[in-house]
């Protein structure tokens, strides 16, 4: 079967980014759909990216009304790939601390697994280092979590991701409640419950390009609380996801040693 390839980018006041990050993705060996989804920045990152859609068929946009949460901007991508048809779905952030180049290895690595994720922590030992201190102590901090938490050692935080939608099936992404960043260590986990086989890829993380983070506080409160309710489900009890509402095992794609 031939594969249907959509990378998806959520953005919110990207103006300098946009542009470039469109045409690095369109230029790679294998010249993936593009899907942005914007919510009205008010630095005007919604009419580039219509100009840009308008140039190309293949670069899709969708509007949202305001600032909803990179989460939800997340799960509407995902459900928008899997209405569309896509099998693969990679997604990534738009400020150039995800590195474009880095997709075709995604892509060989998805041949023999369900989901791939990227890994800050397997690369070089430089990894990180353009980072300011407080943005590298969050995002170490949050893999401390997810370690001692969720019993994962994958880099979960992360949404440099590829997700095999011809493999996991949509309903899959119905557990996943978290509206910000949280999002991303939650549907790790989930897809890491049901058993789903997950690879790494290691990667080197350069500080953002351009623009400014919109991981704030009120981010950091929502995904410390998200990292408690997820351990409190843990250890009261078995967590109702949707590997326990399957009818039948799965006998496609045992799970790797990654994550377990
Ligand atoms: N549509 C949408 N996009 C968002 C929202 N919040 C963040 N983004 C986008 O999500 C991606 C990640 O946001 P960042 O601000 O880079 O968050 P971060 O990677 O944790 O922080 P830095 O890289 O340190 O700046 C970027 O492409 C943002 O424009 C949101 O509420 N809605
Ligand atoms: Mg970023």
């Known amino acids: 079967m031939s594969e249907k390839i959509l990378v998806f980018i959520p953005t919110y006041n990207e103006r300098r980014n946009a542009e470039k990050m469109c045409r690095a993705l369109r230029a790679l060996p294998f010249a993936p759909d593009v899907l942005f989804v914007d919510d009205n920045s008010p630095d005007g990152t919604g009419a580039i990216l219509d100009h840009l859609a308008a140039k190309d068929p293949a670069v899709h946009v969708v509007h949202r009304p ?135 890829v290691p990667v080197v993380l350069p500080a953002r390009q351009d623009g400014e983070s919109k991981m704030n506080f009120a981010e950091v409160l929502a995904s410390l609380r998200r990292f408690l309710r997820l351990f409190a489900l843990r250890v009261m009890g078995p967590y109702r996801g949707y590997h326990q509402r399957r009818t039948a095992p799965r006998t496609q794609a045992k799970p790797t040693a990654a994550g377990r």
Not at 100 to 109: C, D, S, T, V
Not at 143 to 148: K, P
Request: hydrophobic content about 40%; overall charge neutral.
């Open 66 to 200: 305001g600032k909803q949460g990179i989460g939800t901007a997340h799960l509407f991508g995902i459900r928008w790939a899997y209405a569309q048809g896509y099998s693969k779905l990679m997604t990534l952030d738009c400020d150039f601390t995800h590195r474009p180049e880095y997709l075709p290895q995604f892509l060989e690595a998805s041949r023999e697994c369900d989901f791939v994720i990227s890994t800050r922590y397997g690369a070089s030992p430089e990894n990180l280092k353009d980072w300011t201190p407080y943005r590298r102590f969050l995002t170490r901090f949050g893999h401390i979590l997810t370690t001692a938490m969720l019993g994962m050692t994958l880099d979960a935080t992360t949404s440099f991701r590829l997700y095999r939608l011809d493999r996991i099936p949509v309903e899959v992404f119905d557990d996943v409640q978290a509206a910000g960043y949280a999002f991303f260590f939650e549907s790790a986990y989930i897809l890491h419950l049901a058993g789903f086989s997950i690879r790494e």
